[in-house]
């Protein structure tokens, strides 16, 4: 069964602080993984797209990693703003329509 | 440019009653699918449709009905309304369902079951 796993759950971080989330996928074949931002109460909006080929895109001050090979991708936020609060959804595409979703981390910037 | 339109924003339905939850794109993208997020969960695909005309099942259809009459417009029928139906609906298109092309979502709308 495809699976995506994310950790952790939640995090709290002070602003100007960095923060890494990590993502684990069991998706096969494997076609795309994206990161999203979902801000509360809103839909979940695009930060980046790697397809098998690529292991690092950045958006700004967020900047995405993909291993592969051990089916792992990390988010790391640089510079946290208070804006940055909000869940982050890491979705694997596997090569089909079939989008498998985390379940999300919650990160919370505090001034 | 709108993006991804839904309508409601939020609803209370009682058991039993019925609704549909209205999605509309300006993007002209061929897919577009339905979604449901439920606490601490994944987003889950209900129904999907690849072109006007042409709908298909997703991971949890049941209690659910869709039509694509036109590009634009994807509404999501839900029959006989229950309690697990609670949860938040979100509609998303896509120019297309693989490679690089991202998904568009709407806003989403808040469903709670009585």
């Known amino acids: 069964k495809n699976q995506v796993e994310q950790s952790p759950q939640s995090l709290i971080i002070l602003e100007g602080k960095n923060c890494t989330l990590q993502?684990?996928?069991?998706?096969?074949?494997?076609?795309?993984l994206r990161w999203y931002k979902q801000d509360t109460g809103r839909g979940p909006v695009s930060l980046t797209i790697?397809?098998?080929?690529?292991n690092t895109k950045s958006n700004g001050r967020y900047t995405a990693t993909l291993d592969a090979d051990t089916k792992q991708s990390s988010l790391h936020i640089t510079a946290s703003q208070l804006s940055d609060s909000a869940s982050y959804i890491c979705?694997?595409?596997?090569?089909?329509?079939?989008?498998?979703f985390g379940a999300g981390t919650t990160v919370t910037v505090r001034a | 440019n709108a993006g991804v339109t839904q309508t409601p924003k939020f609803r209370i339905l009682k058991i039993g009653q019925s609704m549909t939850l209205q999605c509309t794109q300006d993007?002209?993208?061929?897919?577009m699918y339905w979604y449901r997020q439920d606490p601490g969960m994944g987003l889950k695909l209900i129904y999907y449709?690849?072109?006007?005309?042409?709908?298909d099942k997703g991971e949890v259809p049941n209690g659910y009905n869709v039509s694509r009459s036109t590009t634009e417009d994807f509404p999501l029928r839900l029959e006989l309304a229950a309690p697990s139906q609670t949860s938040v609906y979100f509609c998303?298109?896509?120019?297309?369902?693989?490679?690089?092309?991202?998904?568009?979502f709407g806003s989403g709308t808040r469903l709670t079951v009585v």
């Open positions: 998303a298109s896509s120019y297309a369902d693989r490679g690089n092309y991202g998904y568009t």
């Open positions: 993502c684990n996928y069991t998706v096969s074949p494997f076609s795309n």
């Open positions: 790697m397809t098998f080929s690529e």
């Open positions: 979705v694997v595409s596997a090569n089909d329509y079939k989008l498998s």
């Open positions: 993007m002209n993208h061929n897919y």
């Open positions: 449709s690849v072109g006007a005309g042409i709908t």
